[in-house]
């Protein structure tokens, strides 16, 4: 039968109690104070989602298409605007009657290119049959030298303008 006696001396071996900051294989046990260490590196700057530019406005001189789905689709069709200059898409999706407010959705996109990252831009908001925002949420990406990849919910005002920019689209657009 073996001791117990021994543990201790292999536990302490183990846990460098014979040498101070090592270990008795060599290597070397982390001090207390670099573990909590913070990092030096400073924060990206924070991410513009709370200023989205997409709801600024809708500019003039986008192109439109609608494109009608199958009878048995869930969906009637959608209408997209599409711009060169800003690069932003708009696609409004249309639902089947009998719902008293026909749009279903409203999904902006706008791209911007810089020399060292892509910077992306996304506003998607969900309607009652009523006309009432059900849900809504906005993302920010960029993608190159930096990543950043923020999402937040929506403002209010940012439901104010998308239900604006469904009845522009449609205006526009929505030749039934």
Known sequence: MKSLA??????????ACAGVGERTDSTKVVPVEDIRARDTTPPPPP????????MDGLPAGGLCNVKRYAPSADLARAITYDLANPMRTYVVEIGKPPRRFPPVSIDI???QMHADRTE????????TEDGKVQLGVRRFMVTGAVSVNDRSPLKMSDSA???NFV???LTLCDTR
Not at 47 to 54: D, G, K
């Open 120 to 127: 992306t831009e996304n506003v998607y908001v969900g309607f």
């Open 167 to 169: 009845q522009q689209i």
């Open 161 to 163: 303008a998308a239900l």
């Open 6 to 15: 021994a543990v201790p001396v292999m536990l302490c071996g183990l846990l």
């Open 47 to 54: 991410p513009p989602s709370q200023q989205v530019t997409l």
């Open 109 to 111: 996109r706008g791209t």
